[in-house]
């Protein structure tokens, strides 16, 4: 015979104060807690949902990212020619030479300006990314000083708005358009004339990377393994993808720090939780000596302790969630540890988010619930009677 | 209420589970507010010292990651109130292992003479300094570094580089130890330029350049006058102090600062929910005790004051269990690696302590005055009654 949950949830009813006190503290421990996780998300998505699933990324040997790689276009003239590059109806491999380079933007919310990067590209490379549009502007014309702004950047850069000018290289560059990247780290990117910015920055000979569109998945690891193992190229090639996927540990102090602040805030939640469950026990001594007397047994007194907590702290977990659910697309940025420039990107609250969120909640409920819901079912029926 | 001492004491123990539950959860809430509280002050908060703030870092203006040409030095050291300025690079590279956090530290060329110019808080021993400088290959190492590798002076060392595609074979000739930052590997920047020629890429650049000047007072006019003097030069400057340009790491982290503030206003709000909940339920459990107390001549205030006494008294010490945990969480963040921040600076100052310390306090005060009022002005009688 099991004890209806409506006892457990009158019970909280009626005890309206204690939790609400309780449950508002569960469900701060758990809004901490899932922001860290909407920050990380967000930025696995925007990761993820970057590069070309056959583009292979053409590095020199060693190099940590593309800006800390030079590329000769001699190299590209050699890498275009093996085989397995996919090419146009024309017969043009589809390869693009890139130069990578990094520029400081300020913000009112950081004066002191953060790393952006700024990407040197051809119509080519541009057509390799078929999920980046135009969606304001237009693009810039070759031989001209002009960027097409990442919509990221657009947002969090009022200096970097379009028609504004920014200055580097050999003069002043014009924003002509900004570009949606989707949910991808070109948002958080700068476009420019490849041959203009390589001649403002003298380094015609110097390129940054080189990316290549694979024929098919199958061909694609064939492709990197041959250009790896060319001496000659002294190059190293991996897939696009698994480059910026590398870039998902840049989140890690702001990840572990979160999640050291949320097991700390769910420790002392789960003490919270434990007063205000052996208070309720105390309270309802007597009507555990009724239940008793009426044939409940021991365990159903600890299931339905134990429940009541649960049901405690599931309330709190949804009103955590809720807390959370604001912060849906609210855009940030993080620094990349890899690329030394900022990854916009925006908070991901998605159902499963709030489904951890809620789990670590019931964990704290259990945790919390299952000393008093013991120490309920061990209550002698006469002892417990006779207590007030 | 001192005159009730005796009695708040008794009281406290009266639930003593309770009071512990109440003390556990306080204490971790403090602890964290402390540990959030020494990293706000680690990163924003500490005053430069002497020596850092006489030192400067001119940088390219258009980000770290484009270089200065050398021939720059002069000119800069020409600057009035200048007294000598070194050339930087950041290295980076590979020791060991990329991705043990273990083997992270600071690597850099300087010019291995003019370390005790404008390093002169490192303390070096004078013959391991001579050793430093006479050999082009040998590196001074930090000695938190150096003690936590167990890395002794005559040791090899192999760096092999990343942003710069040549491998350093170092040797350590020295070991120095400072205040701050005593976590960094110098070597001779010339090494490197060295072997950028070997490798068939001489470079007549260099990263940064670090000034040491006569009095901290000039530091604007200095800045100002190295900017204006490369305003038109093919690369224009950006000259901040040592510690302006630290925190722009910090910024790379994202919104450091907002993050600690909200997460520290989301702790203190969940401790006041706690507290205020077991407290409420401990004045209520004892209404009838006040009945009693009032028919034995205690005032309103004395009541009052007894209740808000206990609350305080818990609160407070486990402000106090919370603050020594915050010390020791410290200590041991501070054996971690420094990365982007100097780890060693984060402590947790006395006034930040104490602050802590009222803040439980304060919360002990305001979570059990509604409810102590409540129950005080209850009348004798009906307070009697009062059943639970």
Same mark, same amino acid.
């Given at each position: 015979?099991?004890?209806?949950?409506?006892?457990?949830?009158?019970?909280?009813?009626?005890?309206?104060?204690?939790?609400?006190?309780?449950?508002?503290?569960?469900?701060?421990?758990?809004?901490?807690?899932?922001?860290?996780?909407?920050?990380?998300?967000?930025?696995?998505?925007?990761?993820?949902?970057?590069?070309?699933?056959?583009?292979?990324?053409?590095?020199?040997?060693?190099?940590?990212?593309?800006?800390?790689?030079?590329?000769?276009?001699?190299?590209?003239?050699?890498?275009?020619?093996?085989?397995?590059?996919?090419?146009?109806?024309?017969?043009?491999?589809?390869?693009?030479?890139?130069?990578?380079?990094?520029?400081?933007?300020?913000?009112?919310?950081?004066?002191?300006?953060?790393?952006?990067?700024?990407?040197?590209?051809?119509?080519?490379?541009?057509?390799?990314?078929?999920?980046?549009?135009?969606?304001?502007?237009?693009?810039?014309?070759?031989?001209?000083?002009?960027?097409?702004?990442?919509?990221?950047?657009?947002?969090?850069?009022?200096?970097?708005?379009?028609?504004?000018?920014?200055?580097?290289?050999?003069?002043?560059?014009?924003?002509?358009?900004?570009?949606?990247?989707?949910?991808?780290?070109?948002?958080?990117?700068?476009?420019?004339?490849?041959?203009?910015?390589?001649?403002?920055?003298?380094?015609?000979?110097?390129?940054?990377?080189?990316?290549?569109?694979?024929?098919?998945?199958?061909?694609?690891?064939?492709?990197?393994?041959?250009?790896?193992?060319?001496?000659?190229?002294?190059?190293?090639?991996?897939?696009?993808?698994?480059?910026?996927?590398?870039?998902?540990?840049?989140?890690?102090?702001?990840?572990?720090?979160?999640?050291? @602040?949320? *097991?700390?805030? %769910?420790?002392?939640?789960?003490? #919270?939780?434990?007063?205000?469950?052996? =208070? +309720?026990? $105390? /309270?309802?001594?007597?009507?555990?000596?009724?239940?008793?007397?009426?044939?409940?047994?021991?365990?159903?007194?600890?299931?339905?302790?134990?429940?009541?907590?649960?049901?405690?702290?599931?309330?709190?977990?949804?009103?955590?969630?809720?807390?959370?659910?604001?912060?849906?697309?609210?855009?940030?940025?993080?620094?990349?540890?890899?690329?030394?420039?900022?990854?916009?990107?925006?908070?991901?609250?998605?159902?499963?988010?709030?489904? @951890?969120? *809620?789990?670590? %909640?019931?964990?704290?409920?259990? #945790?919390?619930?299952?000393?008093?819901? =013991? +120490?309920? $079912? /061990?209550?002698?029926?006469?002892?417990?009677?006779?207590?007030? | 209420?001192?005159?009730?001492?005796?009695?708040?004491?008794?009281?406290?123990?009266?639930?003593?589970?309770?009071?512990?539950?109440?003390?556990?959860?306080?204490?971790?809430?403090?602890?964290?507010?402390?540990?959030?509280?020494?990293?706000?002050?680690?990163?924003?908060?500490?005053?430069?010292?002497?020596?850092?703030?006489?030192?400067?870092?001119?940088?390219?203006?258009?980000?770290?990651?484009?270089?200065?040409?050398?021939?720059?030095?002069?000119?800069?050291?020409?600057?009035?109130?200048?007294?000598?300025?070194?050339?930087?690079?950041?290295?980076?590279?590979?020791?060991?292992?990329?991705?043990?956090?273990?083997?992270?530290?600071?690597?850099?060329?300087?010019?291995?003479?003019?370390?005790?110019?404008?390093?002169?808080?490192?303390?070096?021993?004078?013959?391991?300094?001579?050793?430093?400088?006479?050999?082009?290959?040998?590196?001074?190492?930090?000695?938190?570094?150096?003690?936590?590798?167990?890395?002794?002076?005559?040791?090899?060392?192999?760096?092999?580089?990343?942003?710069?595609?040549?491998?350093?074979?170092?040797?350590?000739?020295?070991?120095?130890?400072?205040?701050?930052?005593?976590?960094?590997?110098?070597?001779?920047?010339?090494?490197?330029?060295?072997?950028?020629?070997?490798?068939?890429?001489?470079?007549?650049?260099?990263?940064?350049?670090?000034?040491?000047?006569?009095?901290?007072?000039?530091?604007?006019?200095?800045?100002?006058?190295?900017?204006?003097?490369?305003?038109?030069?093919?690369?224009?400057?950006?000259?901040?102090?040592?510690?302006?340009?630290?925190?722009?790491?910090?910024?790379?982290?994202?919104?450091?600062?907002?993050?600690?503030?909200?997460?520290?206003?989301?702790?203190?709000?969940?401790?006041?929910?706690?507290?205020?909940?077991?407290?409420?339920?401990?004045?209520?459990?004892?209404?009838?005790?006040?009945?009693?107390?009032?028919?034995?001549?205690?005032?309103?205030?004395?009541?009052?004051?007894?209740?808000?006494?206990?609350?305080?008294?818990?609160?407070?010490?486990?402000?106090?269990?919370?603050?020594?945990?915050?010390?020791?969480?410290?200590?041991?963040?501070?054996?971690?690696?420094?990365?982007?921040?100097?780890?060693?600076?984060?402590?947790?100052?006395?006034?930040?302590?104490?602050?802590?310390?009222?803040?439980?306090?304060?919360?002990?005060?305001?979570?059990?005055?509604?409810?102590?009022?409540?129950?005080?002005?209850?009348?004798?009688?009906?307070?009697?009654?009062?059943?639970?």
């Amino acid at each position: 015979m099991t004890i209806p949950l409506s006892y457990n949830l009158r019970n909280l009813v009626a005890r309206k104060t204690t939790t609400i006190m309780t449950a508002l503290g569960i469900a701060l421990t758990v809004a901490v807690l899932l922001s860290v996780v909407a920050l990380v998300d967000g930025l696995r998505t925007s990761l993820a949902g970057s590069g070309h699933p056959l583009n292979v990324l053409v590095m020199r040997r060693g190099a940590p990212s593309e800006l800390g790689s030079i590329v000769t276009p001699t190299q590209f003239q050699m890498i275009k020619s093996h085989s397995g590059i996919a090419r146009m109806p024309t017969g043009e491999p589809i390869a693009s030479m890139e130069l990578v380079s990094i520029i400081i933007l300020e913000s009112p919310e950081i004066p002191s300006g953060i790393n952006i990067n700024l990407r040197g590209i051809s119509p080519m490379g541009f057509a390799m990314r078929d999920y980046v549009k135009i969606v304001e502007g237009r693009m810039f014309r070759p031989g001209h000083r002009e960027v097409v702004v990442g919509k990221s950047v657009a947002k969090r850069y009022p200096m970097a708005r379009l028609g504004k000018k920014l200055s580097f290289g050999k003069g002043e560059w014009e924003v002509v358009g900004v570009a949606d990247g989707g949910r991808s780290a070109s948002n958080s990117e700068l476009f420019a004339d490849i041959n203009q910015l390589a001649s403002d920055q003298n380094r015609e000979v110097a390129l940054s990377s080189i990316v290549l569109r694979a024929t098919d998945a199958s061909n694609m690891q064939a492709l990197i393994n041959r250009l790896t193992a060319d001496q000659g190229l002294n190059v190293d090639a991996k897939t696009e993808r698994s480059y910026y996927d590398s870039q998902t540990s840049s989140a890690a102090p702001v990840q572990y720090l979160g999640t050291f @602040v949320a *097991i700390i805030m %769910a420790i002392g939640s789960c003490f #919270a939780a434990m007063n205000t469950m052996y =208070a +309720a026990v $105390a /309270r309802r001594s007597a009507e555990i000596g009724t239940l008793r007397v009426l044939g409940f047994s021991r365990g159903g007194i600890l299931t339905s302790f134990l429940l009541e907590s649960l049901l405690l702290s599931l309330i709190g977990g949804v009103v955590g969630c809720l807390l959370v659910l604001p912060l849906n697309n609210v855009s940030t940025g993080v620094g990349s540890f890899v690329t030394f420039s900022e990854i916009s990107f925006e908070f991901s609250v998605t159902a499963q988010t709030m489904l @951890v969120g *809620i789990a670590f %909640a019931m964990l704290l409920g259990a #945790a919390g619930g299952l000393f008093p819901a =013991a +120490a309920a $079912a /061990r209550k002698q029926i006469l002892t417990a009677l006779k207590e007030i | 209420m001192v005159r009730h001492l005796p009695m708040i004491l008794k009281n406290s123990l009266r639930n003593k589970r309770r009071s512990l539950l109440t003390l556990l959860s306080i204490a971790a809430s403090l602890c964290l507010l402390g540990v959030l509280g020494a990293l706000y002050h680690a990163f924003f908060l500490t005053v430069a010292t002497e020596d850092e703030a006489l030192r400067l870092i001119v940088r390219n203006r258009i980000s770290l990651a484009n270089p200065l040409p050398a021939s720059y030095l002069p000119r800069i050291k020409a600057v009035p109130g200048v007294t000598e300025v070194t050339a930087w690079q950041w290295f980076g590279g590979v020791y060991k292992d990329a991705t043990d956090p273990a083997y992270q530290f600071a690597r850099a060329g300087l010019e291995a003479e003019k370390v005790p110019l404008i390093y002169p808080e490192y303390k070096i021993p004078p013959d391991q300094f001579k050793a430093f400088v006479a050999e082009q290959t040998a590196c001074l190492l930090g000695k938190k570094t150096a003690d936590r590798l167990g890395i002794k002076v005559g040791d090899r060392l192999t760096v092999v580089g990343d942003y710069f595609p040549v491998t350093l074979e170092l040797v350590v000739r020295a070991i120095y130890d400072a205040p701050k930052n005593n976590e960094s590997l110098f070597f001779h920047f010339k090494y490197l330029n060295e072997s950028m020629k070997a490798a068939g890429q001489p470079m007549d650049e260099v990263g940064t350049f670090t000034i040491r000047m006569a009095r901290a007072e000039d530091a604007t006019a200095i800045s100002k006058a190295v900017d204006d003097m490369f305003h038109n030069a093919p690369e224009r400057t950006k000259t901040e102090s040592e510690s302006a340009f630290v925190l722009s790491f910090v910024a790379f982290l994202g919104n450091v600062k907002a993050f600690l503030l909200i997460v520290c206003g989301a702790v203190t709000f969940t401790i006041l929910l706690v507290a205020g909940n077991t407290m409420a339920m401990s004045v209520r459990e004892r209404t009838r005790e006040v009945g009693i107390l009032k028919t034995l001549g205690f005032t309103r205030a004395g009541i009052v004051g007894i209740l808000v006494g206990e609350s305080i008294v818990i609160s407070i010490l486990g402000g106090v269990i919370g603050v020594g945990l915050a010390y020791g969480v410290c200590a041991l963040a501070q054996q971690m690696p420094s990365t982007f921040t100097d780890m060693s600076a984060v402590t947790l100052p006395p006034i930040m302590a104490v602050e802590c310390i009222a803040v439980a306090g304060l919360i002990g005060l305001i979570s059990c005055l509604i409810p102590a009022i409540g129950a005080s002005r209850r009348s004798i009688i009906e307070a009697l009654r009062f059943s639970g």
